[in-house]
């Protein structure tokens, strides 16, 4: 079998365009390559198909636009249905259930079979459904769908099996909870109105029986009409006509009255001895104006009538505010007695529930919390207090509290990392909560065997930071960082840059973290980089700002070199074919016009600021604008604590500082990355001659991004900005001249030295900081189209289909398309959450969808999404002509004329390793990859002992191009010659601020992963894995030897990819832009999994999607809520065991006896049969076209559950048998009394009548 992989891994490496050999040579495609085979190199893989199964774990998070709202107060657990179908079933901290409607269809209502373990949903497309939660994975055991009318609303009494529903004509129909088929008892709207009527009543409102007789349902319609039904009769008792339309019903728990709410605010009780008028009327917010009018208020939605025996009756209601009060928010009153409590809320109500003791409707209700469910958020109020305080939610229901930009998910953290994050966070928690416990404490869940520490990242629209603890598939929030607080708040009319900071400059756009070394770094939306250090005591510091001009002088066009795919890399020291040109620099850079422009787009407090413990500013860095131009997002950042360096780059350059001696090491173009190994031939022209009318185009482009920005609706949610349709004709303006290409100077390789004085006053920038610009200008290049977006560029394979006709090239200047300095420095909130574009997945070839993804993946251009509005379902014909396909075929040759596109570094990665192929030891190293599938490795020297690290200068030394893959670089991996995952060398973690101790002085500690440590066994050198869009690649080092490679996909392309650990072994994870996550052994790529698990592809998904160590990703399933999958077969076995139990078996509480003379006077409820009434004997059957009968699948699924855990089902059986076994003993001794009685009364009955039996009547 050894012998067999062998040999399939020769003709591996040999495949045709399977390799591209060593740097300095190349061959063409569909030549098998020359380079010698490593020799000694086996590694065992251990990893079969075997060990991955896709499945979703868990979803944190608000539930996306809910809708519907229901509560079992026996079993203490809540239910909350969305508009997207999906049903959130909540219990204690730890019980926490996400079940999915196949149909997507809304959920209109919510009502549990009160401790049965199960709950009805009915939808809007008029389905009513039954869970089963008597299962850890709640499944669909009925379906009912009704085809002739529409559900408006419906009702189960307790304990009763039989379901009312209530239709959009006005009739009511019984449903069979157990079989859920329909009964024949049918009561219709032209029966239970008066025959004189002549109006239709409207819809079904509200269903409820008396709790005085389960015999008689009230029958609310929305136009006002109230009718009581006698089930028994099969008549009306009585019917009120009120002028107002009627939104709610709510009993008194004698049965004796009944409140309505009405659509003009106001509330009616009414009197069952008197129905003909309301027995009181309220307005409980509508005040009398001075000409005896009352004020016209907003309707009372839902209104609820709860007693109490030791106080007043409750009402709640929602809504009934005087319409002359705008601008006010959603309230939300408690009615207690005499006292009225308005309790504003930050979003519209959605729906409410008071919280009971009893679930007896005919007993006092003795309510103790009001469970509040609004748009954005979950509020329960505590009513047992007289300053009615919510209590504490203990569920992350805030992911959404800013919108979410960017996800980071780190699975095994160091253990004492959550604590400590913990300790701090729990500082600054807000207070004035409820003292009670969290009354929603239903199901039960215990800790799993299999858990480890885990951490969640999540990035803000505000600039906000959030750490959240995700160990054993919870989550909770352990330390909040606002990184706000290390700019000055931006004031108007400060300048250019003032003028285009908009609600969200400080939004985050990715996050590095090293939980070893606790250093974590901040991308943000303007350009700026913050840096972290993290400490346990506060501290009073200045933050150090370093400024950065990196702005590209080149729109480059790639020709076809002479050698195609294969181009010939000669090594760092040789000759380059093609002459690297230089160009004297462009005269308005020194210019003080240009000077004026250097300035970033936020401003750094300059003061001395105290600190609180937790992470630390200590560093800022901002590119700055050039000649008027905004300088671009940054695309990619990589820290490694170890050096001491931080290295970021975007489609302009890449920069690499020294942030322990706060210097720029390195500042220079993508281009200049090269040197005289530049794979590709590029044809150049003049620089522009007139730089003045780009600033004035500049500046006209961004004046009117931002003008139609301000014209569109801005919500909590929606902070995204679009480009406006004029756009175009600013772009074809700017394509008139020929000087509108964007040019702007860039640096060419700066190698900057600086004193120590620099460290010790921060403040004051060395000379070569200040005057950082570029000593020539670097070539300027056409730019034929606009695959450029956003600091991004597309795949170098990107190209139209064959056969499209190309937009000629005139000599004017660029495609009209393309965009020009205009791009705006930052946009409003760069919002994951607020993208709801759902693309189709098509194999069909198309030329704009790939740049259409990537505009909204990197967030140039974006469609409007209103969080008011619900966004029609997706249209095929719409959009087809604009995107045709989310994922489409592209040519793999990369020396296309067609292809479109400017260089941006796309991937970064510290590491040791060897940056020539002479290097006999490895060295500290960095990676470099680019938009156009190089990857170029950067030797560097970096000091190691701590004294000559703050002193001595870090040298970085010439590279060399090392490797061309199809499509831009995503990942770099480090594998060791026996195949273990090499981690990056860091820190370890040493507070600054501690007291210092003479007897142990602080020093640095390393912590080094260095290749070399297994020469002795496995030879010299390391592997490196690179994977693109398109391919994934294993490279030998030193020798840089192509060792495997595999083409991931051909349709489409891939989003996110990392090398993982996994069942005790590694491989590469991808996700592709078709919604397929895949999985590939390491270091053969062999594909091990391939699944197709998100058919329609959004770019909310596509920007949050992130892989983890364990088997784990995650990413945002809606704008508020975060779902976790996981790709492992051995987490996918353990899940049932960390899932929370919905269903604990609880004893019914029983019914209060009410006594003899208040049930002699009429006081206790009427009990009948429904089963006598309802069933198919008395009421025959229904017919057979007004509703379809739909098995579902729960049983199957309580199967499987019951496979999955049958330890613990026995436990629970055997404790269930024995419970049985204790009750059965009970009734057997009730029983033998109850005889024992029976015959003693027969006795004493037949000794009487004997005594009885000769007398006389009259001797009685």
Same mark, same amino acid.
């Given at each position: ?686 620089? +522009?001659?007139?730089? &003045? /009318?780009?600033? %004035? !185009?500049?500046?006209?482009?961004? *004046?009117?991004?931002?003008?139609? $920005? =301000?014209?569109?609706? +801005?919500?909590?949610? &929606? /902070?995204?900005? %679009? !480009?406006?349709?004029?756009?175009? *004709?600013?772009?074809?303006?700017? $394509? =008139? ?7 702007? /100077? ?24 200040? /005057? ?489």
């Amino acid at each position: 079998m050894k012998k067999f992989r062998k040999v399939l891994d020769g003709l591996t490496t040999s495949s045709p365009g399977g390799t591209i050999g060593s740097p300095s040579c190349g061959s063409a495609a569909g030549t098998p390559t020359s380079a010698p085979t490593p020799k000694d190199i086996d590694i065992q893989e251990t990893l079969v198909a075997e060990n991955f199964q896709l499945c979703k774990t868990v979803r944190h998070g608000f539930p996306y636009q809910p809708t519907a709202l229901a509560f079992d107060p026996v079993q203490k657990i809540l239910a909350i249905g969305s508009r997207t179908g999906g049903v959130r079933i909540l219990g204690r901290p730890g019980v926490d259930c996400y079940c999915q409607h196949e149909s997507g269809a809304a959920v209109l209502q919510l009502q549990f079979l009160i401790n049965e373990g199960a709950l009805v949903s009915a939808c809007a497309d008029d389905t009513l459904h039954l869970w089963n939660l008597r299962q850890r994975r709640p499944a669909v055991l009925h379906s009912l769908k009704f085809n002739r009318e529409r559900i408006t609303f419906c009702h189960l009494p307790f304990q009763s099996k039989w379901l009312y529903v209530g239709t959009e004509r006005g009739n009511t129909h019984i449903v069979n909870i157990e079989s859920f088929v329909l009964s024949g008892y049918v009561i219709m709207w032209n029966k239970a109105i008066e025959l004189s009527t002549k109006t239709h009543p409207g819809p079904v409102v509200h269903l409820s029986d008396s709790p005085k007789d389960e015999g008689k349902l009230l029958i609310g319609f929305e136009s006002g009409t109230i009718v009581q039904w006698d089930l028994r009769g099969k008549k009306a008792d009585f019917r009120i006509y009120y002028d107002e339309a009627i939104h709610s019903v709510s009993w008194h728990h004698e049965g004796k009255q009944f409140m309505c709410s009405h659509s003009d605010g106001s509330l009616t009780l009414w009197n069952l001895r008197n129905t003909t008028k309301p027995f009181q009327v309220t307005f409980p917010h509508g005040k009398i104006q001075k000409d005896g009018r009352k004020e016209s208020c907003k309707p009372i939605l839902k209104v609820e009538y709860k007693t109490s025996r030791n106080s007043e009756p409750f009402v709640v209601f929602s809504g009934g505010l005087s319409y002359d009060k705008a601008g006010r928010r959603p309230t939300l009153t408690i009615m207690h007695g005499k006292a009225i409590t308005v309790l504003e809320m930050d979003y519209p109500i959605v729906e409410f529930m008071v919280l009971c003791d009893t679930p007896y409707n005919n007993e006092v209700q003795e309510p103790y919390a009001v469970v509040v469910l609004l748009e954005k958020d979950l509020i329960v109020v505590d009513l047992t207090q007289s300053n009615f305080p919510v209590f504490e939610n203990p569920y992350p229901m805030d992911v959404h509290e800013s919108p979410v930009t960017c996800t980071a998910y780190f699975a095994d953290c160091p253990p004492d990392i959550i604590p400590i994050l913990y300790s701090i966070g729990a500082k600054h928690k807000k207070t004035g909560y409820s003292q009670k416990e969290w009354p929603i404490s239903g199901g039960t869940w215990t800790l799993g065997s299999h858990t480890y520490p885990e951490i969640i990242i999540t990035g803000h629209a505000d600039g906000s930071i959030k750490f959240w603890d995700a160990s054993a598939i919870t989550l909770q929030m352990l330390y909040k960082l606002k990184t706000s607080k290390v700019f000055e708040k931006p004031k108007p009319g400060e300048g250019r840059a003032a003028d285009l900071v908009e609600e969200d400059p400080f939004a985050v756009q990715m996050v590095s973290w090293c939980p070893q070394s606790r250093i974590f770094c901040v991308v943000g939306i303007s350009a700026h980089i913050i840096l972290y250090r993290f400490s346990k005591y506060d501290a009073n510091t200045q933050i150090v700002s370093l400024d950065v001009r990196l702005q590209c002088e080149s729109d480059d066009v790639i020709t076809p070199s002479e050698n195609e795919n294969n181009p010939c890399f000669p090594e760092p020291g040789s000759h380059s074919p093609q002459p690297h040109h230089q160009y004297p620099a462009s005269p308005s850079s020194g210019t003080p016009e240009g000077n004026k422009d250097s300035i970033p787009c936020l401003k750094v407090k300059d003061r001395v600021v105290r600190v609180p413990p937790g992470y630390q500013a200590e560093l800022v860095i901002q590119l700055l604008w050039v000649d008027g131009e905004p300088p671009q997002q940054i695309t990619t950042l990589d820290i490694n604590s170890a050096y001491g360096l931080l290295a970021f780059g975007n489609c302009s350059g890449l920069v690499v500082v020294d942030y322990l001696q706060k210097t720029i090491l390195l500042c220079m173009s993508t281009l200049d990355l090269y040197g005289a190994a530049d794979p590709y031939q590029r044809l150049t022209r003049s620089p +522009r001659r007139n730089r &003045q /009318s780009t600033s %004035e !185009l500049c500046m006209r482009g961004l *004046s009117n991004f931002y003008s139609d $920005s =301000k014209k569109r609706i +801005r919500t909590s949610y &929606q /902070s995204l900005t %679009e !480009l406006s349709d004029n756009q175009q *004709s600013i772009d074809m303006e700017r $394509s =008139k001249s020929p000087t509108s290409v964007s040019v702007c /100077s860039v640096g060419s390789p700066i190698l900057v030295h600086y004193p120590t004085s620099l460290h010790n006053d921060p403040r004051v920038l060395p000379e070569p900081v200040a /005057s950082l610009r570029a000593s020539h200008c670097s070539p300027v290049y056409y730019l034929l189209d606009n695959d450029h977006v956003n600091g991004h560029c597309t795949s170098p394979t990107s190209q139209p289909s064959a056969g499209k006709p190309r937009v000629p090239m005139g000599p004017e200047g660029p495609r009209l398309t393309r965009r020009g300095p205009g791009r705006p420095p930052f946009r409003k909130a760069q919002s994951a959450a607020c993208m709801e574009i759902s693309l189709p997945v098509s194999h069909t070839e198309g030329y704009a969808s790939r740049r259409a993804m990537l505009q909204q993946l990197h967030g140039v251009t974006m469609y409007s999404h209103d969080e008011h509005h619900t966004p029609s379902p997706y249209c095929w014909s719409e959009r087809e002509s604009r995107e045709n396909s989310f994922s489409r075929s592209r040519s793999s040759s990369v020396s296309s004329i067609d292809r479109d596109t400017k260089e941006a570094i796309t991937t970064l990665q510290f590491g040791e390793s060897y940056g020539r192929k002479t290097d006999a030891l490895p060295t500290p190293c960095l990676w470099v990859g680019t938009s156009l599938g190089v990857v170029v490795v950067i030797p560097m020297s970096v000091p190691t002992e701590q004294e000559e690290r703050m002193e001595e200068p870090v040298t970085i030394g010439p590279s060399g191009v090392v490797l061309l893959l199809k499509g831009s670089v995503l990942r770099f991996g480090f594998l060791d010659c026996m195949g273990v995952l090499i981690q990056s060398p860091h820190e370890v973690w040493r507070d600054l601020n501690a007291p210092e101790d003479p007897d142990r002085p602080r020093r640095r500690k390393l912590i080094n992963f260095s290749p070399s440590s297994s020469q002795d066994t496995c030879g010299e050198g390391h592997l490196a894995v690179v994977c693109s869009e398109r391919q994934a690649k294993v490279l030998l080092m030193p020798s840089q030897s192509c060792l495997f490679v595999h083409n991931i996909t051909e349709s489409s392309f891939v989003l996110r990819a990392d090398v993982v650990s996994v069942c005790n072994s590694v491989c590469l994870a991808c996700f592709c832009a078709n919604g397929h996550i895949m999985t590939l052994s390491l270091p053969s790529l062999r594909p091990l999994v391939n699944v197709n698990y998100l058919p329609l592809t959004d770019m909310r998904i596509a920007r949050t999607f992130c892989f983890t160590n364990g088997g784990q990703a995650l990413y945002l399933s809606s704008p508020t809520e975060i779902q976790r999958i996981t790709y492992s077969q051995e987490m996918c076995d353990n899940l049932q065991e960390m899932l929370g139990e919905l269903f604990t078996p609880i004893e019914t509480p029983e019914a209060q006896n009410r006594g003899f003379l208040k049930g002699f006077f009429g006081g206790n409820a009427h009990t009948f049969d429904r089963e006598e009434l309802f069933g198919e004997a008395a009421a025959g059957k229904a017919s057979r076209s007004l509703a379809q009968h739909i098995p579902g699948q729960g049983g199957v699924e309580g199967m499987k559950v019951a496979a999955s855990g049958v330890v613990g089902d026995l436990a629970r059986a055997r404790v269930a048998l024995d419970e049985r076994g204790q009750r059965l003993g009970e009734l057997e001794d009730r029983t033998a009394l109850m005889m024992t009685s029976a015959e003693t009364f027969s006795k004493h009955a037949h000794e009487l009548m004997l005594k009885c039996k000769d007398k006389k009547w009259y001797q009685f």
